[in-house]
């Protein structure tokens, strides 16, 4: 199982905003950079956010990220029914199992 | 624009080697980046397997390093994945993609394939 703990779902209406968190340790999260994946139902991930709070080109300021210890969060302002979608965040843990860990994701529901 | 296309059979018997291939356009490999397989079994999570340098050099999921093996082509712009004694626990959608490095770790991922279904069954 993941070493990064995010809420099996999160929702809310149209216009609102909602923050997904992602917990993990001083060997992941504590000290490596954060990135955040949106994953549109039947494709592929496509990452929204990378060093724990910048946007790709492309990808509009509703969408923002935040690192606070061993905790990130991912926060998408003036919901869309485009946003559903699962969201999973991303880190490198550096533990005597070096890996790239994700987390176990998030289910957003535009209600 | 980077794009990334993955190849190789839908269907493996249990115990078999699992392939596929990885190939990569609008970028040379050689040029930089890592290059990178994740896998999502159906209805589930994200799990990295493992990324590759065009030198050569590899990092693997230590979970499956033991099966795992990942190679490149920089003539054919291109990089596999070889997993071996497959069971139905393998069964996933495997991805490729380009991996940004902060040294010295694994920094993200993007692009991403459109990913490909192989289904472990006899």
């Known amino acids: 199982q993941s070493v990064l703990t995010q809420p099996p779902s999160v929702s809310a209406a149209p216009g609102q905003k909602v923050t997904i968190s992602c917990s993990g340790s001083?060997?992941?999260?504590?000290?490596?950079?954060v990135s955040w994946y949106q994953q549109l139902p039947g494709t592929a991930p496509k990452l929204l956010i990378y060093d724990n709070n910048k946007r790709p080109s492309g990808i509009p300021d509703r969408f923002s990220g935040s690192k606070s210890g061993t905790s990130a969060t991912l926060g998408i302002t003036g919901l869309q029914t485009g946003d559903e979608a699962d969201y999973y965040c991303?880190?490198?843990?550096?533990?005597?199992?070096?890996?790239?860990?994700f987390g176990t994701g998030t289910k957003v529901t535009v209600l | 624009q980077v794009q990334l296309q993955e190849s190789g059979p839908g269907l493996v018997k249990p115990s078999e080697t699992l392939s596929l291939t990885c190939t990569v356009s609008?970028?040379?490999?050689?040029?930089?980046?890592?290059w990178g397989w994740i896998r999502q079994p159906p209805g589930k999570g994200l799990e990295w397997i493992g990324s590759?340098?065009?030198?050569?050099?590899?990092y693997y999921n230590p979970s499956l390093k033991s099966r795992v093996t990942i190679s490149v082509d920089t003539s054919k712009n291109q990089f596999s994945l070889k997993l071996s004694s497959v069971t139905a626990a393998d069964t996933a959608v495997y991805y490729c993609?380009?991996?940004?490095?902060?040294?010295?770790?694994?920094?993200?991922?993007?692009?991403w394939g459109q990913g490909t279904l192989v289904t472990v069954s006899s």
């Open positions: 991303g880190t490198w843990d550096s533990s005597l199992s070096a890996s790239y860990v």
């Open positions: 001083s060997s992941n999260i504590g000290n490596n950079y």
């Open positions: 590759i340098y065009h030198s050569g050099s590899t």
């Open positions: 993609a380009r991996v940004t490095v902060v040294v010295p770790a694994m920094g993200w991922f993007d692009p």
């Open positions: 609008g970028y040379s490999i050689s040029s930089g980046y890592y």
